[in-house]
């Protein structure tokens, strides 16, 4: 079945340090792929998508390109803030489908 | 944000006493979700609809039932709580299926003693 799989954590940076998250995922057909955030005590908020491959989504300074010769979706950041510490979800769903497949979550902590 | 509440937001009971957890939407969203959020499992899916009247099981469904009476409401139930059911209630939205991204409610904390 479908899945997703992402780096295990907890990741600590200092402020202005490059970002990544990995995130692998397996799937039949062309699914979507997300990134969602959840700040402390908060719902997941939508930070990013791509719906095919190639694309590359991206949003406050985050990006990620969907690679489906590699089943990837790695998060990446040029330059980390204190503010971006939070938890970051990989996703997936598919077009003929309802339900949404996640990982379980990488926590962020920035300091400055 | 898209229009989601839940409630209550925290909640404690004990083991053996039902209890309902509600999502409320003003989006007019066909598709609504209940995950449950455990340290590392991240989100897992309980029970989602599809339309009114009109719901399927998740991924951790035993324990669980809901309801859809209404587009704009969808109610978990816990028939009677455990302490394994001890978690983070997430509800979620969405307008169409597949590339559609979901919405998130703010959760309810319920625990059980």
């Known amino acids: 079945g479908d899945s997703v799989t992402q780096m295990e954590g907890p990741v600590t940076l200092s402020e202005e340090a490059f970002l990544t998250i990995n995130c692998t995922y397996t799937?039949?057909?062309?699914?979507?792929l997300f990134w969602y955030v959840q700040y402390p005590g908060e719902g997941l908020q939508l930070l990013l998508k791509?719906?095919?491959?190639?694309d590359k989504g991206s949003n406050k300074g985050f990006e990620a390109t969907y690679r489906k010769e590699t089943t990837s979706f790695h998060l990446e950041k040029g330059s980390v803030q204190v503010s971006d510490s939070a938890v970051y979800f990989c996703?997936?769903?598919?077009?003929?489908?309802?339900?949404?497949?996640f990982g379980t979550g990488t926590s962020l902590t920035v300091i400055p | 944000d898209a229009g989601i509440t839940q409630s209550p937001r925290h909640k404690v009971t004990e083991t053996g006493t039902p209890v309902t957890l509600r999502c409320h939407q003003t989006?007019?969203?066909?598709?609504m979700y209940w995950y449950r959020q455990d340290p590392g499992h991240g989100l897992r899916l309980i029970h989602y609809?599809?339309?009114?009247?009109?719901?399927d099981k998740g991924e951790v469904s035993d324990g669980y039932s809901v309801s859809r009476s209404k587009t704009e409401d969808f109610l978990l139930t816990l028939e009677s709580a455990t302490s394994s059911q001890t978690s983070v209630y997430f509800c979620a939205i969405s307008g169409l299926a597949g590339r559609d991204e979901q919405f998130f409610g703010p959760g309810t904390r319920l625990t059980v003693l």
């Open positions: 996703a997936l769903s598919q077009t003929t489908g309802n339900q949404f497949y």
């Open positions: 791509a719906t095919k491959a190639d």
């Open positions: 609809s599809y339309g009114v009247k009109d719901t």
């Open positions: 989006e007019n969203h066909r598709y």
């Open positions: 799937a039949t057909g062309y699914p979507s």
